[in-house]
């Protein structure tokens, strides 16, 4: 096959990534979920109503009896998760975070909970007869979510990947799971099928809540201490000394204030854990943005043919794209058998993107992150990716380049 071909047929199959504007990688989102507890279940007090609008959140429902429409940013006043929350522990964790990083940060919640689920609502697909089950008033809070929690986590969270980075995920969930052994191998199959689906590293933080101590689900704790065994990625927030029920008769729930202070102890940890992470990315001045005639554009395409052997250390080829300000160059790929090394040489920071696709035009390998100026080095694995013909996409900015290689 020609590589002229190889390339329509390429895009021809839409895989061209278009020309949107680059995520933002001082726009750090978090995930949330759970059930119950993270909903919130607290009353939204005079203090709760005015939020800093560094803070956001991106809708996760469609529901008009609160003026709330799927898919939207909006300044993070809650609730949060859906029309039937109240105020939670993402309320004041979003709130610590924008308070306690740089004034250049801004923070996202993408929240998706329902009271009373059990960790199997957020398998995917939901089972059935785990459905069949659950009262009229769970179907209900299911359906706000198009009857299928997980995937509108994952719907929402790759939106927010268009406007910035995902840092971490808060999690409360286990009461309605508390005899359940199996809980904690079960939350650590979600978080692994969560970074598959977005694409995220393997570092990514999970912070875990303990229920109410003292509370009717208390033995759920026992589980949630588990967790830490599961993950070097996941930690533990205690519940120590949030000791008051609210007064809804089910002995499950914090009060605002335990909220309050709940939502500032998972900040707190996230900004421990993440240290270094949560610095702003310097932007670039004015003199350092390269005109629009100086950048490939999201179509141009630089063809070359290589390969690569196996069984030893080889280069195959380079890609450079061309341009008065050297916005993105792409330098010899390396190959030592299990990777793929792609050095790369940004002139500004930027969210730099390299997918490999199959010549059916499915994704085998991918990179995504906020890289600094100057050189960096991207390393693509080979595992499960055999031999053959293939499409490797770099992208940092409005720059991408396509290349052909022949692994074998």
């Known amino acids: 096959m020609k590589v002229s071909r ?19 990688p001082n726009f750090h989102i978090y995930l949330a979920f759970g059930q119950s507890n993270m909903e919130g279940q607290g009353n939204i007090e005079s203090q709760d109503k005015t939020v800093d609008s ?6 996760s429902t469609n529901e008009t009896s609160c003026g709330k429409k799927l898919g939207e940013w909006s300044d993070a006043v809650p609730p949060l998760a859906s029309c039937s929350g109240k105020l939670g522990p993402a309320d004041y964790f979003g709130r610590t975070m924008v308070e306690k990083t740089d004034s250049k940060i801004r923070v996202g919640i993408v929240d998706v909970a329902v009271a009373g689920c059990s960790i199997q609502l957020f398998d995917s697909p939901i089972s059935q007869s785990y459905m069949n089950q659950q009262a009229g008033w769970f179907k209900q809070r299911v359906e706000a979510y198009g009857g299928k929690p997980y995937e509108r986590l994952i719907e929402m969270a790759k939106k927010a990947q268009d406007d910035g980075v995902i840092k971490g995920i ?23 099928r969560i970074l598959k689906d977005l694409r995220l590293g393997d570092d990514i933080p999970f912070l875990a809540g303990e229920v109410l101590r003292g509370g009717m689900s208390q ?45 500032k102890r998972y900040a707190e940890k996230m900004i421990e854990v993440l240290g270094s992470k949560l610095e702003p990315v310097a932007e670039s001045s004015s003199s350092e943005t390269p005109s629009s005639s100086s950048v490939e554009s999201s179509s141009s395409v630089v063809e070359s043919s290589s390969s690569a052997e196996a069984n030893s250390s080889s280069t195959v080829g380079s890609i450079v794209i061309p341009n008065a300000s050297q916005t993105l160059m792409v330098g010899k790929v390396a190959f030592d058998g299990a990777s793929l090394m792609v050095p790369l040489k940004l002139a500004r920071a930027a969210v730099v993107n390299v997918r490999l696709y199959s010549v059916l035009g499915n994704e085998v390998a991918s990179f995504s992150e906020s890289l600094n100026a100057g050189a960096n080095v991207v390393q693509l694995s080979k595992k499960n990716v055999p031999s ?5 996409s770099v992208q940092a900015g409005s720059s991408h380049v396509t290349k052909r290689m022949d692994l074998r």
């Open 54 to 59: 560094r803070f956001q959140v991106l809708w």
């Open 170 to 192: 808060i999690f409360h969930q286990g009461e309605t799971d508390a005899g359940d052994g199996q809980w904690p191998s079960k939350v650590k199959a979600v978080y692994d």
């Open 219 to 263: 033995g759920a704790n026992n589980n949630i201490a588990k967790l830490p065994q599961q993950s070097k990625n996941f930690y533990v927030i205690s519940s120590e000394g949030l000791t008051q029920p609210l007064n809804d008769g089910q002995n499950v729930h914090f009060t605002s204030q335990e909220y309050r202070d709940f939502g």
């Open 388 to 392: 053959g013909v293939y499409m490797l």
């Open 6 to 24: 190889f390339v329509s047929l390429f895009f021809g199959l839409g895989l061209a990534v278009s020309a949107n504007a680059t995520p933002d």
